[in-house]
């Protein structure tokens, strides 16, 4: 049997302000999967089922303390390297091997990571002096390089920059030292032209068609030509729900994934985009406020680590469907059909919420 002190001590952490505004996020996005697919009403309730699976993982995350998370970074991270290695030998996919098909459902460990890496860099910059000092920075290094670089070769180049700049990040709030940060940087550009030699043809042919899309408007270009009309074409009201002739022709591809915000801007116009546009400054505001409420060094870092997570997703995918970005493969955060990404974004957004909550109890 249960002590009552249980009873007694227990209570949801959740923030019912940030979890409201998620839960209206989603729920637009289940209006517009709708319309991007045709109507196809099986589609959206299995997304549903999807966002369901994600909140019941936001409500575990927000209930474990963090001093749970510290512990256990370590084994996460390695079950993620794990998985990563794993993908390279026995992974499923189409066109590239990202996913592991573990019977019910395909799982993207790429995306757990997400998660798995800044808990890691957060928990072993936890004890440490800060700013870090240069052996703690070359540690926190090669932690972010080693799931880039399998997941690179995947190939997943987008996926493999936002787990990259998902440690940056922890690195960066840990207060790392501007002239490493610029040095870092010039290195980046003195390497740029090896790295271009190492992309695969397709990657060196997006970026190419983004600075120049009309040069192969039946190729290459097409993704970004036809999403810039449907975005165009929404004017101030756009067409109306269900009225979109952009993914209704076939014009647009991956309306419901990559493209999803496109399809919403041809059907609800300037003034659907800006409601989203206003879920996501406030959904990430919350979020901040949150962060900048806790007090440990453990919970600011590996906090703004998953809010920047969160805000790269929005800013790619805005940027990829307007022509400002090349076409990259990232969804638009809890809008776009898919289950892992969502998971792994309400799940950090529970750690969030628990980091909060316990704010007061921490040393």
Known sequence: MLRSGFWSEFRLRLDPVLTVLLMALMLLGLV?????????????????????????????????P???????????????????IAVLWVGVGRGAQRWLDIGLFWFQPSEAIKIALPLM???????????????????????????????????????????????????????????????TMLSFAALAPLLWTRLHSYQQNRILTFLNPESDPLGEGWNIIQSKIAVGTGGFNGRGWLQGTQSRLEFLPEPHTDFILAVLSEEFGFIGVFVVLAFYAAILMRAVYLVSRTREVFSRLLGGSLIFLFFVYFLVNAGMISGLLP??????????????SAATLLAGFGIIMGLYSRRKLMD
Do not use: E
């Open 32 to 64: 517009v999967l709708y319309s991007a697919t045709d109507q196809n009403a099986g589609l959206v309730i299995r997304q549903s089922i999807r966002l369901a699976f994600g909140l019941g993982l936001m409500v575990v995350a927000c209930q474990v």
């Open 121 to 183: 860099l957060a928990a072993w910059l936890h004890q440490k002096k800060l700013p870090p000092s240069l052996l703690d920075t070359m540690v926190c290094v090669l932690l972010i390089a080693l799931p880039t670089l399998l997941i690179v070769q995947q190939p997943d180049l987008g996926t493999s920059l936002l787990v990259a700049a998902g440690g940056v990040v922890v690195l960066f709030l840990s207060g790392l030292r501007w002239r490493w940060i610029i040095l």
């Open 66 to 84: 963090p001093a749970w998370y510290r512990r256990w970074a370590p084994w996460l991270y390695g079950a993620g390297l794990a998985m990563l």
């Open 327 to 340: 076409v990259v493969g990232v969804p638009m955060p809890l809008v776009s059909y898919g289950g892992t």
